[in-house]
């Protein structure tokens, strides 16, 4: 296996395990296999592929994803329990995320015990693994609720016990990015030698701005689901956080966007929830464009209403006729369609469309066109 990772922001893509975790959604073998192919083409450098500790399905399957000999890394999610780990080991795999709860309204209300008791299963399930030869990340659920100082201590133990990284998970997604940075921060100038991962949810809409805020603060792995699917709200959107990191913060993880469209519609299909139109990045309609102005400035230079390329993710710029349409986006509609505009007849035509989108409320087809068009030179 190459490393494809070296001094980059890495995403762990879990659309196979919290992604598949959405209440709800089931992928079938062959739906993970084609899931699995595509993250592992377009460069996504880690997917978290299944909890084989579920049974001996699970096993295979993860077993299955294994075979495919892919060059990203596969990781299984695992609780501290030496039998989890076990199973991941049987399945093939060669990196786990071990997950244990972290805040006290966990081990108090979950699991029913103490610091004490965690620090153990801790010490005993990474001690096991690591005995075994895997690439650890330690996953702290709801680490967002939990005592700073804990989590600093848990950290110490899991970089002493030879831990390759530490996952930050703000499981209930009740952070703001302020806070993320500030906390990741501390974290990091705390167990400085000991890599951050940053594992966030979209309960309160924040998931990938969460996300980019741990990046920022030192976190240099981040996971993410493709179309943000996941538990309740979702996760990290995959297409979401490698655009802003592009965009947004000059930070290339190294991953092929003009198959995200695909990408995002494949996993629509395999999850049966559909991917809604004005989904940011990778819905069919973002570069739809109806507003007389808008249309105007991107027919001129699209850098003017728009922050990307469109085809960078696989999309094409909808110029769209309706009710806020103008003349520039009529006379570029009607030229697509080999139709002349007859001298002194625009304000007539831009009239009637608008009427025809209010009546239709939605924009204009191309068949509505040819035939407002057609009455309208007949009128005429
Ligand atoms: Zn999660």
Not at 139 to 149: F, I, M, T
Not at 283 to 312: Q, T
Request: one cysteine or more; hydrophobic letters at 40%; proline letters at 3%.
């Amino acid at each position: 296996m190459h490393d494809r990772t070296e001094g980059r922001i890495i995403i762990d893509d879990t659309t196979l395990r919290d992604g598949e975790q959405t209440a709800g959604v089931v992928f079938s073998l062959a739906e993970k296999k084609s899931i699995a192919r595509l993250l592992d083409a377009i460069g996504v450098p880690e997917i978290e592929c299944g909890i084989p500790a579920m049974g001996k399905e699970e096993q295979a399957s993860v077993r299955a994803l294994v075979e495919l000999g892919l060059n990203a890394r596969l990781l299984t999610w695992n609780r501290a329990v030496v039998s989890d780990i076990q199973a991941s080991l049987d399945a093939g795999v060669v990196a786990v995320d071990i997950s244990l709860s972290v805040s006290d309204i966990h081990i108090e209300h979950k699991l029913r015990k103490d610091r004490v008791w965690v620090k153990e299963q801790l010490k005993v399930a990474l001690g096991f693994a690591k005995q075994h030869g895997l690439y650890v990340s330690v996953g702290g659920e709801d680490a967002s609720r939990a005592d700073l100082d804990f989590l600093v201590e848990l950290m110490g133990i899991a970089r002493d016990l030879g831990a390759d990284r530490f996952r930050f998970c703000d499981t209930l997604g009740i952070l703001d990015p302020l806070t993320t940075y500030a906390t990741v921060r501390t974290l990091r100038s705390k167990v400085p030698d000991l890599d951050l991962e940053v594992h966030t949810h979209n309960d309160l809409g924040m998931a990938t701005a969460n996300a980019i805020a741990g990046i920022r603060a030192g976190a240099r792995f981040v996971n993410t689901t493709v179309n943000g699917l996941g538990e309740r709200a979702g996760n990290a959107a995959l297409e979401e956080v490698v655009m802003a990191l592009k965009h947004a913060c000059g930070l290339d993880p190294g991953v092929d966007t003009r198959r995200f469209v695909e990408l995002s519609q494949l996993v629509g299909r395999a999850s049966c929830r559909p991917v809604p139109p004005w989904k940011a990045v990778v819905g069919e309609r973002v570069f739809a464009v109806e507003s007389g102005l808008h249309a105007d400035g991107v027919l001129k230079y699209p850098g003017n209403y728009e922050g990307f390329d469109p085809a960078e993710v696989g999309l094409d710029r909808l110029m769209v006729l309706g009710k806020h349409s103008g003349g520039h986006g009529l006379r570029h509609r009607l030229a697509t369609l080999d139709i002349a505009l007859p001298e002194g007849e625009e304000q007539r035509v831009l009239k009637m469309v608008r009427r025809r989108s209010q009546e239709l409320k939605r924009p204009l087809s191309d068949g509505d066109l040819r035939v407002l068009m057609a009455e309208c030179c007949h009128a005429a």
